[in-house]
């Protein structure tokens, strides 16, 4: 039996190629997102994490600080998510959640990844339109 074709190795090896080529890209691309950073250039916390942000966005305040920032309220009896992170939009909390080096996703669009805080709050906003953060009770 005759082996492969030489159109058929040829399409093999560019086929390996092009899967290796997508495996760096992806990994690179995870690995080059700067922890800590944004498109408004916010400064890392002392944890290396995200800084705080504060702005209108689409007519809707957001705001968002480190654990650091936020540590006397969880002393006063505010209920935590576990992320070291608080967003609010318009004074209303938005729970965020870290996902390692894939990014960060919050209830609102909680099967996106997002690079910061900041763009998973901006994106709840836009899904939100126009509606109230409602609080979010685990309880309930």
């Given at each position: ?114 690079a910061t805080p900041l763009e998973a709050a901006r994106t709840a906003v836009i899904s939100l339109k126009g509606a109230v953060v409602v609080p979010f009770d685990p309880t309930a």
């Amino acid at each position: 039996m005759p082996g492969p074709t030489r159109r058929q190795a040829l399409g093999a090896a560019i086929g390996i190629a092009a899967g290796g080529a997508l495996v760096g890209v992806t990994s690179a691309s995870a690995d080059t997102v700067p922890a800590g950073t944004s498109s408004e250039g916010s400064t890392a916390g002392r944890t290396g994490g995200p800084g705080s942000f504060d702005e209108v966005f689409e007519g809707r305040r957001i705001q968002g600080t480190p654990a650091e920032a936020h540590a006397s309220a969880h002393a006063h009896g505010h209920a935590g998510h576990g992320t070291g992170y608080r967003v609010l939009i318009d004074g209303r909390e938005l729970p965020v959640m870290q996902h390692g080096k894939s990014g960060w996703s919050s209830t609102i669009n909680h099967y996106e990844r997002f690079a910061t805080p900041l763009e998973a709050a901006r994106t709840a906003v836009i899904s939100l339109k126009g509606a109230v953060v409602v609080p979010f009770d685990p309880t309930a």
